[in-house]
């Protein structure tokens, strides 16, 4: 990504927007080398995949919507790198 170490809340916004496909790429459901979640051979064609996603989002908006979710440290947690691979800190702790 171009400028990865800089904050861009409308970085995936913008690649659908300005894609030619209408952001097909792009979605979450996609299947292609750079994106492997749901698989890029035969399990690919199946269309629980479709099912899953609808039922993350809308378990997320669940979550958010009946839910508080905050750090009780009041800052960010520091994140953990693993060679080039930046994941969220483990150890965080948050309030459900």
Same mark, same amino acid.
């Given at each position: 990504?171009? =400028? !990865?170490?800089?904050?861009? @809340? $409308? ?8 894609? *030619? ?21 035969? =399990? !690919?064609?199946?269309?629980? @995949? $479709? ?8 378990? *997320? ?36």
């Amino acid at each position: 990504y171009p =400028d !990865s170490q800089t904050f861009d @809340r $409308f970085r995936f916004y913008n690649r659908r927007e300005n894609s *030619l496909d209408g952001g097909a790429e792009n979605s979450m459901v996609s299947v292609n080398n750079n994106f492997l979640v749901f698989g890029l051979m035969f =399990d !690919s064609l199946q269309p629980g @995949r $479709f099912f899953a996603v609808m039922e993350m989002k809308a378990t *997320l908006v669940y979550l958010l919507m009946h839910y508080d979710v905050y750090n009780p440290e009041k800052k960010r947690p520091a994140d953990r790198w693993i060679g080039e691979s930046c994941i969220p800190n483990p150890t965080a702790k948050f309030v459900i």
